[in-house]
């Protein structure tokens, strides 16, 4: 149930009320009239501590979150604190204002009621008091109104466990819930339907935006409900299911939001980039210089992943829509990668067809002309040819070819013998080895 500002308003002035007083007598004479209160009601032989007022008797309880200590990813369990208040009315403990000075209301700390009044036992499923009925605590503050009502307040500490929701990590989200209930079935004690659940700022009208947070998490929303169990099933209200069968227990529910402020640099900013670099890289023709592109991409991709995986719970059962994009883009660089190795492949093995076809064009050039011509290092025009085929096929592609060209238009320009022949093979070889060099 949504909690509004003025269920928290009310519980306010109520303790404003017991702190400050209605009367505007003597301090003295108002403690003497509370004093003179708790001997007529609690000093009664008809009260007996032992035994309920009313049954079933009604509790309301109200909880509020004071403080975030911790969330442990690993262990996946919240630790907070705060104040918890549970009232209920207790017919025997009226009493009439007029009689007692007008004093309506008081408050005393348990251990400071020489006869304890009857306070229901109540049990948590995730305390971390280290006694397991906090209520019996001497600290426990107890409030009592002249209509009957007694409020009883006290501060607790809980450990609860979380479950994780990690499909929009890393904005993902943790519901942890704890129960309060009693030993006795819904017949004799059971929980009011309304069930106020909030959190300090909402007590202190604290602005929204300033954020209850422990580490990377912050509180976004806290619920409480009724739950009636039949055994260990929840059931919903029903003539059928006879109360002494039914047991009232209280579920509070926390929802927190892990809060990544470093976001942007260290997931959204990586990925982008290594998306955009993937994206090259199918754009860029099959060379050794795309390869390298390809496994820097791939690099990149298993450090972010790394990254993303200690952040993450370490037992998280929904896979985060972020990882499954990361995969998709490492699919892909893979592919890339696989695509420029077999075109590369694939390419120079059409390299080497074409240089061993240059050289039988060498070959049957040099036999047509009958003409031998020496080059810089080699005295075989033969030797030089294969040289420097051999050269461009293993790799320098741009500067042999390049060397080779214009040492052969050299040498036919000298030779008048066969510079036409020598003209037309240059202009043959060239055509050749166009896509290539």
């Not at 906090?134 to 009883?152: A, C, E, K, Q, R």
């Not at 806290?222 to 169990?229: E, I, K, Q, S, Y």
Request: charged residues 20%.
């Amino acid at each position: 149930m949504k909690i509004r500002m003025t269920d928290f308003t009310n519980v306010f002035l109520f303790f404003s009320q017991m702190v400050f007083g209605q009367n505007s007598g003597d301090f003295n004479q108002q403690k003497i009239m509370e004093s003179q209160i708790i001997n007529s009601t609690f000093g009664s032989s008809t009260y007996d501590r032992q035994i309920l007022g009313d049954s079933p008797t009604t509790l309301s309880a109200f909880l509020l979150v004071t403080h975030l200590e911790k969330m442990d990813d690993d262990s996946q369990t919240l630790t907070f604190h705060g104040s918890l208040q549970v009232n209920w009315k207790d017919e025997r403990l009226k009493w009439n204002s007029s009689a007692f000075g007008g004093v309506t209301s008081y408050g005393r700390s348990r251990q400071e009621i020489k006869k304890e009044p009857w306070i229901p036992q109540l049990y948590f499923t995730e305390i971390m008091n280290s006694r397991p009925r906090p209520t019996y605590n001497d600290l426990v503050m107890l409030s009592f109104l002249n209509n009957g009502m007694v409020f009883m307040t006290f501060d607790v500490s809980f450990r609860t466990t979380c479950r994780f929701d990690t499909t929009e990590f890393p904005f993902d989200y943790a519901y942890c819930t704890f129960h309060m209930f009693t030993a006795f079935p819904a017949s004799i004690i059971q929980f009011h339907d309304r069930v106020f659940f909030g959190d300090v700022r909402d007590f202190r009208n604290i602005r929204k935006q300033e954020l209850l947070e422990t580490g990377r998490f912050q509180l976004l929303n806290t619920t409480g409900h009724h739950v009636l169990f039949l055994g260990q099933k929840p059931v919903e209200k029903n003539p059928k299911y006879a109360k002494k069968h039914l047991r009232s227990v209280v579920e509070f529910n926390i929802l927190l939001q892990r809060n990544f402020p470093i976001y942007a640099p260290t997931i959204v900013i990586p990925l982008l980039v290594v998306a955009f670099l993937s994206m090259m890289l199918s754009w860029l023709p099959a060379s050794g210089l795309s390869l390298r592109l390809s496994l820097l991409s791939i690099l990149a991709q298993l450090m972010l992943g790394t990254i993303l995986v200690e952040a993450m719970p370490v037992d998280f059962k929904s896979t985060p829509r972020i990882a499954t994009q990361c995969a998709w883009i490492l699919f892909l660089s893979m592919v890339c990668v696989a695509r420029n190795g077999c075109e590369m492949w694939l390419e120079k093995d059409s390299t080497l067809h074409r240089c061993v076809n240059g050289l039988e064009l060498v070959d049957n050039v040099e036999r047509e002309c009958n003409f031998t011509v020496t080059c810089q290092f080699y005295p075989n025009l033969n030797e030089c040819m294969v040289k420097r085929l051999g050269d461009a096929c293993g790799g320098m592609k741009g500067r042999a070819a390049y060397a080779f060209e214009m040492e052969l238009y050299i040498h036919a320009k000298e030779s008048s013998e066969c510079k036409t022949e020598f003209l037309s093979f240059l202009t043959k070889i060239q055509n050749e080895y166009k896509g290539v060099w």
